[in-house]
């Protein structure tokens, strides 16, 4: 199974692919969190990444590519959180699944507002270790700026302060809006509304998936 989430910076692509995952054993692939990781570990992709990401703007193709084509080959349930972000991604992505006989079985957009978007990533909080992802405002950690599964210090991401968030809702829409059209006539291509609670919103597509395995 391939089930791909659509949806701007904050829109709670992530929150969810985490939750699909635990709920039915996906390989959630984000390129964000590995070039974050390659960052982390100082290596050559990692310092390449980190000029675009810390303005805002999308990492080359050629340096993600590859390596999100390379994660898909080698599992077998997957849900792509945040690839692919350009239509040259997505035709990239068309060209390798038709090469191995796959499909994506669902193109999932979650479909937020400029200005919740803008709300939400500034009082985004994320766990340097686990990655769990929180906000000083709706879904505040127990205790205050300290990860509820394993204790560590949360942090504001460097790409979550005003200037940045502007420039990745300008590249949203202009680079990956464009893939709503796109995957518009996918054969299970569903819009759905994320300002809601994420666990509704969870509950929701849960039940989806879970009508089709
Ligand atoms: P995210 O964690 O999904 O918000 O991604 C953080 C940053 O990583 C983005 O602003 C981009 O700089 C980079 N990035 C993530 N996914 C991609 C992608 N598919 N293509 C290019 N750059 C990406």
Redesign the pocket.
């Known amino acids: 199974m391939i089930i791909l989430l659509l949806g701007a910076?904050g829109a709670g692509?992530?929150t969810q692919a985490k939750l699909l995952e635990e709920r039915f054993s996906l390989h959630h692939l984000?390129?964000?969190?590995i070039?974050?990781d390659e960052i982390k570990k100082g290596t050559p992709l990692g310092r390449q990444?980190k000029i675009?990401?810390d303005q805002?703007?999308?990492?080359?193709?050629e340096?993600?590519v590859d390596i999100?084509l390379n994660h898909i080959r080698d599992a077998e349930n997957v849900i792509l959180?945040?690839?692919?972000?350009?239509i040259g991604?997505a035709e990239a992505l068309d060209r390798f699944l038709s090469e191995h006989g796959r499909q994506l079985d669902y193109v999932i957009r979650i479909s937020v507002s400029e200005s919740e978007i803008i709300r939400r990533l500034s009082g985004r909080r994320v766990c340097p270790k686990c990655g769990s992802s929180y906000n000083v405002v709706f879904n505040p950690p127990k205790v205050d700026g300290i990860c509820d599964k394993d204790g560590e210090q949360l942090v504001q991401?460097k790409?979550d302060h005003e200037e940045t968030i502007r420039n990745?809702f300008e590249?949203f829409n202009e680079q990956t809006k464009p893939l709503v059209e796109y995957y518009s006539d996918h054969g299970n291509f569903i819009t759905i509304d994320g300002e809601r609670d994420h666990m509704v919103i969870f509950e929701e597509l849960a039940k989806l998936i879970a009508g089709r395995k």
């Open positions: 910076p692509k992530g984000a390129p964000g969190d070039l974050r990444a675009n990401m805002g703007h999308l990492v080359p193709n340096l993600i999100m959180d945040g690839f692919p972000r350009n991604q991401r790409d990745r590249v």
